[in-house]
């Protein structure tokens, strides 16, 4: 049995907690928050605290809070020696206090707060400053997830950089997407299946082979139209960057 | 039982022949192809012509080829008054000749050679030049999809700009997520669960609400570091670009 505190209340503090109390190799001996109410359905009242010095003997404490708060979250625990990893994709392990033992824990999702994710097919990508420390994070991720991967701080930053265009910017091509319809008056939901096409076949092809349409196959005319058609200038620069960007993929490859 | 031919070999004529030839209601009398074998495996060869003058009387000419090739196909078409589509998304109906009846069916989703796609969950958007026409083209379509929308020439146009976003577009910055996991020894396949829940959250999220990130939450520090860390010029502008616009975005909402 491995005994982790978690010291954070957000979405992902909320869903590894979902997660472990599901496992009965974990035990969850305690949650640290200021808010009481973000965590009490979660878990029993007893074991939340929001005071670093009520914080009980872990094996492992899991700093899930904002980037920012890492530095000094984890210089506030008074103890020594023991092992603390945060969850962030962007920040170094290094970012932790020197008092403890490091690591990192970073399930690779989008967590929606309310919607439940199959924690199985999370990717985790761990990191630790000790090899024992490893064994330790790579058991209770394994238990938790069919994906866990060996992953250092410079690959994890690679990562979170990727999941930025592969996530945030995707979404927000969706929303132009989204906009474009809206002032045409057609229900954005006939481009929903077309999305989830997009994000399958990637699955079996890699995205270069994947690539179609005007930019691809360098149709001049089909391009002059729709930059005709665009009346929004960002929508119309976003347009010409990415072009032009398929255009230039297209020919190193 | 209403009697189609099909003028074009190529993945959208090969796709919609293979959902007609499910369908009992329809009855594929001819394929128009210039090459034999891209659709000798869909249908018998005696259906199978080369020549305009042997195309034989049918309910429905189904046009699916380039879109730099409809008017002269639809030109050559040695017969008057019938009806007579094409399956663009970006052609307008008024490039039909008009010899004929003019028609659009378009079934809005990427066709990938060999990958069979299930036609029930695709858009198929049609318009008609005759009331009559669209009853006749209406059947058809919900013959092979759940999902039919009547669409103008100016909505469909809309319509194809929004898949380059959602669809072309996209593709590219899963290929840029690719690139930056290549450049530093990290799979990609660790992406793909995130690249397949952001598709899945707009199915029941508007975009707008999905939207989450450094860009979205204003986190300079982030940005700045994802900045610096991306060494390719043209990602490092498309990073600038889409981070710019999720922001003005964020402020029109």
Chains 1, 2 share one sequence.
Do not use: W
């Not at 999702?109 to 064994?135: H, M, R, W």
């Amino acid at each position: 049995m491995i005994q982790i505190t978690l010291i954070g209340s957000g979405n992902v503090a909320q869903h590894l907690l979902l997660a472990f109390n599901k496992n009965p190799d974990i035990e969850v001996v305690q949650v640290f928050s200021r808010k009481l109410e973000s965590v009490s359905h979660l878990i029993s009242i007893d074991k939340i605290t929001d005071r670093f010095d009520d914080l009980a003997e872990a094996d492992i404490y899991i700093i899930a809070v904002t980037d920012d708060a890492i530095v000094e979250v984890s210089s506030q625990l008074p103890f020594k020696n023991r092992l603390v990893v945060h969850t962030s994709g962007s920040a170094s392990m290094e970012n932790l206090n020197d008092n403890n033992r490091k690591g990192v824990f970073y399930p690779l999702q989008t967590f929606t707060k309310g919607k439940e994710v199959d924690f199985k097919t999370i990717p985790i990508c761990i990191e630790s400053q000790f090899n024992d420390d490893y064994n330790i994070l790579k058991k209770v991720a394994d238990s938790i997830s069919d994906k866990v991967f060996m992953i250092n701080s410079e690959q994890r930053k690679s990562l979170h950089v990727s999941a930025v265009f592969v996530n945030n910017f995707v979404n927000h091509l969706y929303a132009i997407g989204n906009a474009i319809c809206d002032e045409n008056q057609v229900p954005f939901e006939i481009l929903q299946p077309l999305i989830k096409e997009t994000a399958d076949k990637i699955m079996s092809l890699s995205p270069n082979e994947a690539q179609t349409g005007p930019a691809k196959r360098n149709d001049k005319t089909t391009i002059e139209s729709h930059l005709n058609f665009l009346s929004d200038e960002n929508h119309k620069n976003i347009y010409k960057l990415l072009t032009q960007s398929i255009q230039d993929n297209g020919k190193k490859l």
